[in-house]
Structures are given as structure tokens and as C-alpha cells.
């Protein structure tokens, strides 16, 4: 396990602190505004105070130079209070921020009353006391925690610093609990990296237990109940905490005003440098008659699929491999199996997050429709899972059992995410509506059975496949039948769009085919060598031919069946590919129950 996964590890394991989970941080500040209900400010003190006493003492040292810090914060957050609602910071974040600042003032309000030398003896005391802080990492933490980007520290600060569970932080930040587990393990990746090149070399244990012991720290008595009556003007703040805060909140404003001039100064510099382009692109070329400017020489976009290199063998699906799926952010990927199960993994780490069960059969078809995933199976069932609960939302039954009892063959999402198309051995396509689970439209036109449907990229017709050899596309909203396009006469599974649209490609018995959309016309017929294939198009606009080989699997151009690469590993058949959506990695299965990962190197511009 590398360094990044201990620490996630570590803080999954951790108890996150009670809160009210009523209420958000934004609707607690947000009333807090609008009513100035101190009970809404009392609960983000008590919320917080843990995550900005520790902050303040990481930097300080100092248990009551601390406390003034904390209450200067915190006196902050009434100032700016106004300001704060009206962005879109999460609270946590910004009273992190806000901590650092504070603390720091406090710190130079110190050393110009010349108290270096005693603050020092102080800090040497509290570094043998119980928190038994560890010197290497203590100094540089909130410095380089800064420096990481706001996505990535904000969950960092809810995770570690404020102790929430991933959904407790994904509801605060209003995203999925695979985001933030994906945003901290980055984070914590990037903090060890900042680290070390600040010459401080930590194991991944050292930090996983510092970041873990922060909210684990002892918050002294009282301090959140004295920090609402200062903040709240019913009892008087300390000089320090005072100045501080005032202090901070003029910061603050000098730094908004800055932006402001920096935003005035970006436009004009856009303005001149637009005109500037557009008075040299309106100059005659000083080129003529046969003379022309070089070009740099184009990049294949399907150099990088030539050298793919193996990463890593996943194991253990039983009754095989089947339906794979990249979610929209790339941050999972999903694996249905022969018994029904949906093994959910990390991109980043190949690591098994969760397994998905409620399927009485082989799961076929995955895809993602935004925040949820949704899979189809031979038990003639459409299913809608919650990525944060991981639990079933909705069972889709309409589909009836063929004759050979195989139920839904596959599942697509249209491109916005608000609609769901489904086939099924019943020769029936239908769209459903993902937020109510009801059926919107049901095509009956393919008498031996619908093996593939996706979607076009601009999400207004739909293709499907059929066991007899054709394709047909029609229209997404009506699900009137625009264009058929006869493959061959043999059963047909392999179909993908063009990445704009403009074209379909067909593959199977022997042949690929390409036909312009929605004419239906014939423009290229290439022949191949097998009759087991599948399509997928790339983010460079390309398109991939794969087809099975004995035990490998061969990649091909599609659009000129030149041969890219030949991927073995998979001695029982292979059952499918996906790409991942920033086109760097490769995922393979087969029905022997193993998943190979390929990193596919960027092309060379």
C-alpha cells in the first residue's frame, strides 16, 4: 500500500466527531446572516473550534496563544460573515484559512514586544507534552496545505482537520463520497511530494498518524462556549485576539482590492493583446503562388494506444468479467461478474472501494448517469445504485425473458445524464427516466433480439443492434425510426458513434463498416479478421476497432484498420474494453474472471 492510501486508510478508519447533521455549515452560516441567530453561529463555533484551535497551535505552540487565535478567527467570521455567504468557499475552508492568518498575526504581534526567546522556551516545553507533535512535519504543514488546490484542501480540512465521514464532507461540498475519497488521496499525495522537496522526509505512517491525531486533539474546556460570547459581543476578547482579527479582516479587504485591480488590469491586457491578433491575422501573407508556410507535422492520435504497458492484473471475478464502465470524472471504474455482484475500484489506485449486490444473475451492461450507476442483467432487471450510499434507488422491470432466458443486454446514458436507454433480448429498446425510475418510451422493432444501444453524442438519436444484422437509429424523444443500416446477415454487437456525430461505424463477420448519420449512407467498407469486435471512440476524436485473437486481444484503427498493438493476459476470452475519459489508461476483461490495466503513454506533440 503506497503513502497515499495509508493516509486515506487511516482517516476512513477514524471516528468522525458528533455534529448536526440537520443542517449544512452553508445553512448554518446562511441563517445565521439573514436572522442573526447566535444558535446557528454557537453550532459553527462548536462545529469548527477542534479543527481551528489545532491549526492555530500547529503554528503557535502555545495553548493560550492559541486560544487567542482561535477567538480571533472566529471574530473574523462575524466581520466577514456577509462576504463569505455571498462566495462560494465552503465554511470549513475558510475558517482554515482564516486560522493560518491569525495565528500568524499573533505570532508578529509577539515578536515586536522582542518575546522570541520565551515563546521559544514555551514551545520546547508543549513539543515533550502529550501531543508528542512530530518536529519534522509540524512547521511545514499549513504552510504547504495551502498550496494545495481548493478542491483538494478543502477535503483535506473536513476529512482530517473537522473528522467528517466522506459523507459528511461530500454532503458539505456537495459532491459524490468518490470524489472526496479521490480529491484526499491526491491531496495527501501532493503533501508528501511538498514535503519532500522541503527536505523533510516522511513514511507514509508518520503522516497518516499526524494528520489523524489533529482532530483527535484536546480541545481545553470551555473554549467554544468563551469563543461564541466573544464573537458575539457578550463578553470582551483579549488585546490579542482583538488586533489580530482586525488585523486579518483588513488583510482581507487590501486582498479583494487587489484582485478587483488585477481583474481590471487581466481585461485590458486581453483587450490589447485581441486587437493585437486581429490586426496581424488581417496582414497579407507575405507568401505567394506556390510558396507556403510549413506546418508542424500532425500527431496520431492513436500513437500512445501502440506501447500500452500492463500495470496491473485484478483477479477474482466470479462467473467472469463482463460489463466495465468508467464514471464521467474518471475517479471508478465498475466491473459486473457472472453472480451478480458489481465490483466498484479507484482509477488512480486499481484498489476495491465497494461491492454492489442485489442482481440474481450476470450483470452485462454498465454505465454511469451522472452520480449514479446503473447496470443491467440477465435477470431482466435495469438497477439504479447511489455511489454515496451504495445502495439500490430503483429496480426497472419491463423487459421480458426471451425464450433463451437471457434478460437486458445493455444499458446507456444520454449524454446529459437525464435519460436511460435499455435493450433486451426481448427485441425491445426502452428509455427511462433515472430520477423517477419510469418508463418514458418503448420501441418494439427487432423480432430476434437487441444486443447493443448507445446514445449520439448530441444525445438526439439512439442506435441499437440487432441479432439479424442490422443497425437501426432512431429518434430519441419520439423513438421514431430514422435510418436502417443492414451489417450483414449475422448477429451484430459492435457499434460506436463518431465523436462528433457525423457518422456510425458497425463491426462484425469480417467486416467494418462506416455510414453517415442520419443519411444512413455507406461511405467505407474495410474487412478484418474476426468476427468477435468491439468499438470505442477516443477523446482525440478516433476510433478503436478491438477484436479477440486466440488468447489476446488486437487494437486496430478503425477508420483505416491499420494494427495498433496485440494485448495478451487473457487465456480464458476476452469479454470487453473500456477507456478511461482522459484517454491514459485501458481496461480489458475476460470471462475467465481477470481485468488487465494498461497505461497508454501521451503522444509526443
Not at 92 to 106: E, F, P, Q
Not at 212 to 235: D, N
Not at 378 to 391: A, F, G, I, P, Y
Not at 470 to 482: E, K, M, S
Request: charged fraction near 20%.
Amino acid at each position: 500500500m503506497n503513502s497515499a492510501e495509508t493516509c486515506v486508510t487511516i482517516a476512513i478508519c477514524r471516528k468522525p466527531h458528533g455534529r448536526d447533521d440537520a443542517m449544512t455549515d452553508r445553512e448554518l452560516l446562511e441563517q445565521y446572516v439573514q436572522v442573526h441567530s447566535d444558535e446557528s453561529f454557537a453550532e459553527l463555533v462548536r462545529r469548527h473550534t477542534p479543527m481551528v484551535y489545532g491549526t492555530c497551535y500547529r503554528i503557535l505552540r502555545n495553548a493560550d496563544l492559541a486560544e487567542d487565535a482561535t477567538q480571533a478567527t472566529f471574530l473574523v467570521l462575524v466581520r466577514r460573515a456577509e462576504a463569505l455567504r455571498s462566495g462560494n468557499s465552503p465554511v470549513a475552508g475558510w475558517l482554515y484559512c482564516a486560522a493560518i492568518h491569525s495565528a500568524r498575526y499573533v505570532h508578529r504581534t509577539l515578536a515586536r514586544r522582542s518575546r522570541h526567546e520565551k515563546e521559544a522556551i514555551e514551545m520546547r516545553k508543549h513539543t515533550q507534552d502529550e501531543y508528542r507533535w512530530k518536529e519534522d512535519v509540524c512547521p511545514n504543514l499549513d504552510g504547504v496545505l495551502q498550496q494545495l488546490p481548493q478542491l483538494q484542501r478543502d477535503a483535506i480540512v473536513l476529512r482530517y482537520l473537522n473528522g467528517l465521514s466522506e459523507s459528511e464532507a461530500a454532503l458539505e461540498l456537495n459532491c459524490t463520497c468518490s470524489a472526496i475519497h479521490n480529491r484526499v488521496r491526491k491531496g495527501v499525495a501532493s503533501l508528501r511530494e511538498k514535503l519532500n522537496r522541503q527536505g523533510v522526509v516522511v513514511s507514509a505512517a508518520t503522516l497518516g498518524v499526524f494528520l489523524s491525531q489533529q482532530i483527535a486533539m484536546q480541545v481545553p474546556a470551555r473554549l467554544s462556549e468563551t469563543t461564541t460570547a466573544v464573537s458575539l459581543g457578550k463578553a470582551v476578547a483579549s488585546s490579542t485576539a482583538t488586533n489580530a482579527a482586525n488585523l486579518v479582516v483588513k488583510s482581507m479587504t487590501v486582498t479583494m482590492m487587489m484582485s478587483a485591480k488585477s481583474i481590471a488590469l487581466i481585461a485590458l491586457i486581453t483587450v490589447f493583446l485581441g486587437t493585437s491578433v486581429a490586426y496581424f491575422a488581417m496582414r497579407p501573407s507575405k507568401t505567394s503562388g506556390s510558396q507556403s508556410v510549413s506546418q508542424a507535422p500532425s500527431v496520431d492520435p492513436l500513437e500512445a494506444y501502440k506501447k500500452p504497458t500492463l500495470l496491473k492484473s485484478i483477479a477474482g471475478f466470479q462467473g467472469g468479467a463482463h460489463g466495465v464502465s468508467y464514471s464521467t470524472d474518471g475517479a471508478i471504474f465498475a466491473i459486473g461478474c457472472g453472480n451478480g455482484s458489481i465490483r466498484v475500484y479507484d482509477a488512480m489506485t486499481y484498489e476495491l472501494q465497494y461491492e454492489l449486490k442485489g442482481h440474481q444473475d450476470k450483470v452485462r451492461s454498465i454505465c454511469f448517469a451522472n452520480k449514479v450507476l446503473v447496470s443491467s442483467s440477465d435477470d431482466c432487471t435495469v438497477r439504479l445504485w447511489d455511489l454515496n450510499s451504495h445502495e439500490v434507488m430503483k429496480t426497472l422491470r419491463g423487459h421480458g425473458a426471451a425464450v433463451n432466458e437471457r434478460g437486458v443486454t445493455c444499458v446507456a446514458a444520454s449524454p446529459d445524464g437525464l435519460q436511460i436507454a435499455s435493450a433486451g433480448w426481448d427485441g425491445r429498446i426502452k428509455v427511462w427516466d433515472p430520477a423517477t425510475g419510469r418508463e418514458s418510451l418503448t420501441v418494439d422493432w427487432a423480432t430476434n433480439g437487441c444486443a447493443t444501444v448507445m446514445y449520439s453524442p448530441d444525445g438526439k438519436f439512439l442506435a441499437a443492434t440487432s441479432n439479424e444484422g442490422y443497425t437501426q437509429i432512431i429518434d430519441a424523444r419520439t423513438g421514431a425510426r430514422v435510418v436502417q443500416l443492414q451489417h450483414s446477415s449475422e448477429p451484430l454487437g459492435a457499434i460506436a458513434f463518431l465523436s462528433d456525430g457525423s457518422a456510425l461505424a458497425s463491426a462484425g463477420s469480417g467486416h467494418v463498416k462506416l455510414w453517415s448519420v442520419p443519411e444512413g449512407k455507406l461511405r467505407r467498407d474495410m474487412t478484418v479478421k474476426s468476427d468477435h469486435c468491439m468499438l470505442r471512440t477516443t477523446r482525440d476524436r478516433a476510433l478503436i476497432l478491438a477484436c479477440a485473437e486466440g488468447e489476446s486481444v488486437v487494437l486496430f484503427d478503425a477508420l483505416s484498420t491499420k494494427l495498433l498493438c496485440t494485448l495478451t493476459g487473457h487465456p480464458s476470452g476476452w469479454s470487453g474494453f473500456a477507456l478511461s475519459p482522459d484517454g491514459r489508461t485501458l481496461l480489458t476483461t475476460s470471462f475467465g474472471g481477470t481485468v488487465n490495466v494498461w497505461s497508454v503513454a501521451t503522444p509526443q506533440s
